[in-house]
């Protein structure tokens, strides 16, 4: 007798029916541009731009102690009629306050371009450190203390970098008066006559120039924004990085490359 139950429980193919091939299992590849890789933590990328600061501030230095800008200082009017008689920086002839001009626009030259590649380097530490950095930062594989002493060496770097920068500063703006001074004195050239005579229009270009160079719009970075007061002084000399400051300051920081 036949199961009344068979077509319950079996499923009879029917004539010329054939069963549906099964699918090769493939294991899964990935690209290598699709491996998971191992990404460094934001606070050690601060780190790493603050040795490469440093590092580069080492020939930078050197160059600041070489040029001597504190050479070409000049003394006030007022010091000058009170402390001295002469002006130490007359060159006596036209001629040789044209070669003091080119000296001084060249010492200047070679401050202002390497200053400009470190203060970007600063820009883009402080840009970071602003942005991932705080009360609340936390490593996933550095113990607390050592996360915190390493908070400490990236500030440190950073106030040591607006020292550097200002430094450089403080030489331009040497350089830049003492380039101006010259300048006054040359005006006394003019129309002399002989062999120390120079026109109005050649004192005229000689100042324009000059000062396409000096206000930075030849190498697109003004320089005076790293010039600091005595509060800053005072604040980066006690290791001082206030969030809320900062935040200022890497806004105007920015515009010290934005000379039009």
Do not use: C
């Amino acid at each position: 007798m036949p199961n009344p139950y068979e077509d319950f429980f079996s499923n009879p193919k029917k004539e010329n029916e054939q069963e549906a091939p099964k699918e090769e299992f493939k294991p899964i590849e990935f690209s290598k541009d699709e491996l998971p890789i191992d990404q460094k933590e934001p606070l050690d990328e601060v780190l790493e731009s603050v040795n490469l600061f440093r590092e580069k501030a080492q020939a930078f230095s050197k160059l600041l102690s070489e040029t001597k800008a504190v050479d070409h200082r000049v003394v006030n009017n007022i010091a000058r009629l009170f402390l001295v008689s002469e002006d130490k920086h007359d060159q006596q002839s036209l001629a040789g306050e044209k070669e003091y001009h080119t000296l001084l626009q060249s010492k200047f030259t070679s401050i202002i371009h390497p200053m400009k590649e470190l203060a970007k380097i600063h820009l883009d530490t402080v840009k970071q450190f602003n942005r991932d950095i705080d009360k609340n930062y936390y490593s996933i594989e550095k113990m607390d203390r050592e996360v915190k002493k390493e908070k400490e060496q990236a500030v440190d770097g950073i106030n040591l970098q607006r020292q550097i920068l200002a430094d450089a500063a403080d030489d331009l703006q040497t350089l830049e008066s003492a380039l101006s001074d010259t300048e006054k004195r040359i005006k006394n050239y003019i129309d002399v006559g002989g062999g120390n005579n120079i026109s109005t229009s050649e004192v005229a270009l000689l100042k324009s120039n000059r000062t396409s160079l000096t206000s930075g719009r030849d190498a697109q970075f003004d320089y005076s924004f790293f010039k600091i007061n005595m509060i800053d002084k005072t604040a980066i000399s006690l290791g001082v990085y206030l969030k809320e400051t900062t935040s200022q300051y890497l806004g105007k920081l920015m515009t010290a490359f934005e000379i039009k």
